[in-house]
């Protein structure tokens, strides 16, 4: 799979997958999975209900969303 790094203003590099999907952002590492959802963020593991795109759990809080699908809080 291509990776593309991208230059920030900052003088960070943002690596890129084939999907535009960022997979590292400074010392923030992300893996996605096979519906391109990101599967885990700096090594914590997010949860989705069924084969949505919003996550509801990341190991350290859990989210909430409006019936819209506004996050809450």
Known sequence: MAVREV???C???GEFNAFDALVTDGDA???YGPLNR???TS???L???G???KAISDEQAD???TPDGVPLG
Do not use: H, Q
């Open 51 to 53: 084969t949505g795109v």
């Open 11 to 13: 003088g960070d590099v």
């Open 47 to 49: 949860t989705y209900a």
């Open 43 to 45: 090594g914590r593991a």
């Open 38 to 40: 990101l599967i885990t």
């Open 29 to 31: 590492t992300n893996t």
């Open 63 to 65: 989210y909430s969303y």
């Open 7 to 9: 230059l920030r203003g």
